[in-house]
């Protein structure tokens, strides 16, 4: 029985995360979750945005499961997702987008299969930012290093080669910053020469991002910096349905937290219009972390069963089921 730490986050949050805790419950899946938060929540109820409990908790777990988290806005706190990020070393930012039937985009019948690797610790989100008010100039570095650089590029290769994919392009912008760029264009040259058998590609961000709108189904996995990666792993969500369909991992050498990335949805919490696909999915790719693929599959396949039947899906999936309907409907598909 693996034990999970459970975020369940802010807004929609507590109910997506319930359905996804029903889901399991249904399938039989092996985990206990351990229920900590983080968040408005916690910071309404305690005055501490990230209590010392999840702190133990994640040290303890190393997995985790979070929904969406709400930073209160103009008080000088820091994004709580970047603070865990470079507290436990989570690298990898992870973010598969593949076109599922039953889910609408520009892009249905195009055959996107393609998982975006970025660099979640460095970058322009170092943290390194100086402003001289006295002279109106603010000042934002990017730090890569070489072992930071080296260590995502080699995940997104071991990634491709473990899972039968045939490409890896980095995105750059090399050509204008030529030292953070290069460390970044160096490191995955390594890691195509430690792994011959995956074909390589280099893009210029900017064409990166026109090629993704023209022709997304020429890629397969991406590998990029922090900025970038934040950039285009949105755009690659808006390719196949939006952010809330996708899922999304922070990875690191001996922790992984889970995650919806979409946003909190204040507007709507406690309405049961929420979407738990998003969630449902970051979950899946946990049990599939923590060597669960059977029961992935298996929920997995009831996922999407029910989204080819509108009248179980959610409102922003073209039905009218509430929150708890779209869960119960893939409950009843779990045997079929």
Known sequence: MQRITLIPGDGIGPEITKAVIDIFAAAEVPV?????????????ASGELIPQALLDSLEQNRVAL?????????KGFRSINVTLRQKYNLYQNVRPSKTTPGIASRYADSGIDLVLFRENTEGLYSGLE???????????IARNTVVGARRICRAAFAYAAKH??????????????????????????????????????????????????????????????????DILSDLCAGLVGGLGVVAGANIGDDMAIFEAVHGSAPDIAG????????LLRSALMM??????????DQIEKALHLTLQDKSKCTGDLGGSASTSEFAQAIIGNLGK
């Not at 979070?66 to 103009?74: D, E, L």
Request: with cysteine; net charge negative; charged share 25%.
């Open 271 to 278: 309405q049961g219009k929420a979407n738990p696909t998003a």
């Open 164 to 229: 039968g994919r045939k490409k890896v392009t980095m995105a750059h912008k090399a050509n204008i910053l030529k030292v953070a760029g290069k460390v970044m264009l160096d490191a995955a040259q390594e890691a195509a020469r430690e792994f011959p058998q995956i074909q390589y590609e280099e893009k210029i961000i900017d064409n990166m991002c026109m090629q993704l709108v023209m022709r997304p189904e020429q890629f397969d996995v991406i590998v990029t910096t922090n900025l970038f990666g």
């Open 130 to 140: 100086m402003y001289d008010e006295h002279n109106g100039i603010a000042d934002s």
């Open 66 to 74: 979070k929904g969406p988290i709400t930073t209160p806005v103009g």
């Open 32 to 44: 206990q979750w351990e229920e900590q938060n983080a968040g408005q929540t916690t910071f309404d």
């Open 287 to 296: 049990l599939h972390h923590i060597g669960e693929h059977a029961k992935a």
